[in-house]
């Protein structure tokens, strides 16, 4: 096979450079004669492609060329060694897996069968039986007692809506919905491990620290930004100025002295891969307190301990607002029970970090939103409305990246206005600065263009530490109110005026039209007959 391998990347190569098309248009081109980082041996090469799925930079050039060379020899290697020897399925195995979850129909991956480049359907199933099987024991190996005495490893759970959906309907053949919950369990760090104090991470620290809470004194400077907190938000909000600047505003002169569009880093977590065991997907969803201990139920059973011993630990689990609702509420349901695997007072939820950030962007997003219905209402909707995004389409569930990009573009369009507001550009009409050099512009024309949009550096930084202090310190929400106590009390002052004018209109018109003789006999006391009053 090495000597076929290098046959067909030769009649490949040709000796030749490869073609303008084939070859993608790169600044950092490798020669052809740079060696390139693909191994000699096949079988190397497709064990390297077969431990997993890995992206590597994509270079261009001559290195993407010889990649797809390289990939094409390797599948018609793999290929001819599948029709001679149907157990050298490497690729053929690893691609009918990949097809099964995806949807490929039978029909076609027979059609690849044939051709080698894909296993039988039945091949898989059997491989994903015997890989289900592998991951069940693993689950019971970091799930057991003598692994983690004290502390269970972290279980995360989320409920799946899966829809079998029936092309052609009858009274025997419908759509479906099936709701199911998924999980896994994940090994938490050893670092992280020992940084803590063995005697605090066990189930009787934990419900000790719970009945304290009672007693637990709270003060208000817990709650308020101490002076680290203030110079990071200074310096956050002026790096988003700054970046709103640079993108559509204009050139500074010196980047090295005009303030930072990268805010200060937080305190980040260790970028390391964490080990994750997922469990058997669970036909029982967690949309009712019964649904929940279903679950609960399952996970017992597939860690393959009693549910005494299940309880004994102390069990953190991750999950959205509304399964811990459904928890609370089962636990409330079963409250008090001297039995650990009734009460279940062993396990904490806590929302995950995505759910976290979802509800803080959503209580955001919906408290400005403002009303759609009023059009003098000027809520984030306007924006939005502005921007081309329909207001009614922003806040959905499934979509949770959509969402924030939405939320950011608005933030941006506001700091833009509170810029041109400080520029006292905000009446004239809008024009963005250029961003790259068009091509049929020649470069002395582009220089010049630059030159027209550039802002010395003092300047630019004036320009932000104005906006933070016009519209970012508490002072300027204070100021913010009473001008717009102000307005709705000039608009109220014109609103009476506009009255009082109306009425005083109106008595005019009536003293000026023509009288009966009875309202002119009202006017001196007297009647219709001549008789007076006396």
Not at 205 to 224: E, I, R, W
Not at 286 to 302: F, M, T
Not at 327 to 339: C, E, G, T, V
Not at 355 to 378: R, Y
């Amino acid at each position: 096979m090495p000597f076929l391998y290098g046959i067909l990347m030769g009649m490949l190569q040709n000796n030749d450079e490869p073609a303008e098309t084939d070859v993608a248009e790169s600044d950092t081109c490798a020669g052809p004669n740079e060696p390139i980082s693909v191994p000699t041996d096949t079988f190397e090469a497709q064990l390297l492609e077969r431990d997993g799925i890995t992206y590597v930079p994509n270079s261009g050039g001559w290195d993407q060329v010889s990649r797809r060379w390289h990939h094409l020899a390797a599948t018609i290697c793999a290929q001819l060694l599948f029709a001679r020897n149907r157990r050298h399925n490497g690729l053929q195995l690893h691609n009918a897996i990949c097809f099964l979850p995806c949807g490929v129909s039978e029909r076609v991956n027979d059609y690849l069968h044939k051709l080698g480049l894909t296993s039988s359907r039945r091949t898989a199933i059997q491989a994903l039986k015997t890989l289900s099987g592998h991951a069940a024991e693993d689950v019971k190996a970091v799930m057991s007692l003598e692994r983690s005495p004290e502390l269970i490893p972290f279980l995360c759970i989320d409920n799946l809506d899966i829809q079998e959906k029936v092309l052609t309907v009858s009274i025997t053949d419908c759509s479906m919905m099936f709701h199911g919950t998924w999980g896994y369990v994940q090994l938490p760090s050893k670092a992280l491990l020992d940084s803590l104090e063995k005697s605090e991470r066990n189930l009787g620290a934990y419900q000790q620290a719970v009945q304290d809470v009672s007693t637990m004194q709270s003060n208000p400077s817990m709650f308020l930004p101490s002076h680290n907190d203030k110079q990071h938000y200074y310096h956050v909000m002026t790096s988003q100025f700054a970046e709103v600047m640079e993108e559509y505003v204009g050139f500074v002169s010196d980047k090295e002295g005009a303030i930072s569009t990268k805010p200060p880093v937080l305190e980040q977590i260790l970028p390391e891969i964490p080990t994750v065991f997922m469990l058997r997907l669970m036909d029982e969803s967690d949309n009712s307190a019964e649904g929940i201990a279903q679950v609960l139920e399952s996970i017992q059973r597939q860690t393959g301990l009693t549910p005494s011993k299940f309880t004994s630990r102390l069990q953190p689990m991750d999950g959205d607002l509304e399964t811990i609702q459904n928890f609370n509420s089962l636990r409330d349901l079963q409250h008090p029970s001297s039995y650990p695997e009734h009460s279940f007072d062993n396990i904490i939820f806590q929302l995950g970090g995505a759910h976290t950030l979802w509800n803080i962007a959503q209580a955001i997003l919906t408290e400005h939103m403002g009303d759609p219905s009023n059009k003098n209402n000027l809520g984030v909707w306007q924006s939005l409305e502005a921007l081309g995004i329909p207001h009614d389409k922003v806040i959905q569930k499934k979509d949770f990246t959509l969402m924030l990009q939405q939320i950011e573009q608005v933030h941006k369009a506001t700091l833009l206005h509170c810029i041109r507001v400080v520029m006292k550009t905000h009446k004239e009409k809008l024009v963005l600065k250029p961003q790259n050099k068009p091509t049929k512009m020649t470069t002395a024309e582009w220089n010049s263009t630059v030159e027209k949009w550039t802002i010395p550096t003092e300047e630019w930084n004036s320009i932000i530490e104005e906006c933070y202090t016009k519209f970012c310190l508490p002072q300027a929400r204070r100021d913010a109110v009473k001008d717009a106590a102000k307005d709705a009390a000039k608009d109220v002052s014109k609103d009476v005026s506009k009255d009082a004018t109306k009425d005083l209109s109106k008595d005019a018109a009536k003293e000026n039209q023509p009288r009966t003789p009875d309202e002119c006999l009202e006017n001196v006391g007297g009647d219709v007959s001549g008789h007076q009053e006396p």
